[in-house]
């Protein structure tokens, strides 16, 4: 069965600081798909940033970045300049079954302050 | 843009009532799904369809179906609610997996 783990507890963040919000997996397909989500407290759940198993670049959106260390089975996100709406949890996901199905780590908190 | 609606923002229900759950999408997407997200277990699947008429179990599909009868709308059905099915419901629609899956606003249900 497919695994995600995000272990960090809550994190505070300053404002302008960069952060990372680690995430591994465990899985033995070969094709698959890496998402990170942002849920703020509003509740919708808004796509941040996407790694296909075979791009052998990292991801990059912007300020969020995916650090995507296959061997590791790791693909962390770093968020560069934090700022206060970055303030969310924020979600882990792999896809599976040929992309049909998306698995959910138990996500983390980030406050970031001023 | 694009969008998944979900019928009810919040939603109050008693104990043995049948709930319906309803999702709309305007992307002609294949793939819908319907998750339930609970304070420290995440996002779990419930079901998912990959086509008209069609659909799979998730990982958590006891005291669920769901209903597809058309491409745009994905309906979750509580047959007889109960107080463990209070929840948040996202409903999600995706094509090409590069650009995410897209996600409902939510329905926050509680069955007292």
């Known amino acids: 069965a497919q695994k995600i783990t995000q272990t960090q507890p809550g994190m505070f963040v300053q404002e302008k600081e960069a952060v990372t919000l680690d995430c591994t997996y465990d899985?033995?397909?070969?094709?698959?798909?890496l998402f990170w989500y942002k849920q703020p407290s509003s509740g919708e759940m808004i796509f941040l940033i996407y790694?296909?198993?075979?791009?052998?670049q990292n991801a990059t959106e912007g300020r969020y970045s995916l650090n995507f260390q296959k061997a590791r089975k790791s693909a962390n996100l770093v968020i560069s300049a934090s700022q206060l709406g970055d303030s969310a949890m924020y979600f882990c996901?792999?896809?599976?079954?040929?992309?049909?199905?998306?698995?959910f780590g138990k996500g983390n908190q980030v406050v970031v302050i001023p | 843009d694009v969008k998944v609606t979900q019928s009810s923002r919040y939603l109050v229900k008693r104990t043995g009532e049948k709930v319906f759950l309803e999702c709309v999408q305007d992307?002609?997407?294949?793939?819908m799904f319907w998750y339930r997200q609970d304070p420290g277990l995440g996002l779990r699947l419930i079901y998912f369809?990959?086509?008209?008429?069609?659909?799979e179990k998730g990982d958590i599909p006891e005291g669920y179906s769901v209903s597809r009868e058309k491409k745009e709308r994905f309906s979750l059905i509580l047959e007889s609610a109960s107080t463990n099915q209070t929840s948040m419901y996202l409903c999600?629609?995706?094509?090409?997996?590069?650009?995410?899956?897209?996600f409902g606003s939510g329905t926050r249900l509680t069955v007292v």
């Open positions: 999600a629609s995706s094509l090409p997996p590069e650009n995410g899956y897209t």
């Open positions: 899985t033995s397909d070969q094709s698959y798909g």
């Open positions: 790694q296909g198993s075979y791009d052998e």
């Open positions: 996901a792999m896809s599976y079954y040929g992309n049909n199905r998306l698995a």
């Open positions: 992307m002609d997407h294949e793939n």
């Open positions: 369809s990959y086509d008209v008429k069609m659909k």
